[in-house]
């Protein structure tokens, strides 16, 4: 699912974040790209409070994804809280890319792009069909041939995905600008 916020959410978010990015933890972590994942104290410390536009803008696009695909966020891991919301922030720099992941199974993940340029790195997903990698005769035209998709990154766009599709950010360029927002429902 594809949704794009008010314009001005989208600079209020922006301008919110980027104020903040000073507080990332150090690159030399776990990841090939800066976050606070990893970290116990977010630069987003409570995101339905500090950011309230922008999580209507989310609970709403989840509630949409929820009626228009039949699909019901289930953190199995958690079986206290269903409605469990997790997030992060990313900041990337040229060359940094994130590998290949999903994000279990069982929920609704989304990406939320704070700002983006045109040296920005896409997120490509690839096909839960395991038998596009074996086969070497197919029509790459075909709805259910294609090996992965690759969306662009754009300021201000949401996009939401069933948490067990595979995906992975592509290297981005020099001068890139992309800051996003990862979350779990």
């Known amino acids: 699912m594809v949704h794009d916020v008010p314009d001005k959410v989208a600079d209020k978010v ?20 800066s976050t606070d994942y990893f970290e116990s104290e977010k630069i987003i410390a409570d995101l339905p409070k500090e950011l309230p536009e922008l999580w209507l803008e989310f609970r709403s696009c989840k509630d949409a994804y929820q009626q228009g695909n039949n699909f019901k966020a289930i953190n199995r891991q958690l079986k206290t809280n269903k409605n469990e919301f997790e997030y992060w ?15 279990g199974i069982g929920r609704i993940s ?9 040296y920005a790195g896409g997120i490509m997903f690839k096909t839960p069909n395991p038998f ?34 595979k995906h992975q950010v592509l290297p981005s360029e020099k001068d890139v600008e992309r800051t996003t927002i990862a979350f779990n429902f």
């Open 14 to 33: 922006e301008q919110f974040v980027i104020s903040r990015l000073d507080k990332m933890p150090s690159r030399d972590g776990p990841a090939p790209h």
């Open 89 to 103: 922030c990313q900041d990337y720099y040229e060359g940094d890319i994130h590998a290949e992941h999903e994000h």
């Open 132 to 165: 596009t990698e074996y086969s070497q005769d197919y029509n790459p035209d075909a709805v259910f041939s294609w090996v992965g998709n690759i969306y662009k990154p754009t300021k201000g766009r949401i996009l939401m995905f069933p948490s067990y599709l």
């Open 110 to 118: 989304g990406i939320y792009w704070v700002r983006a340029n045109e």
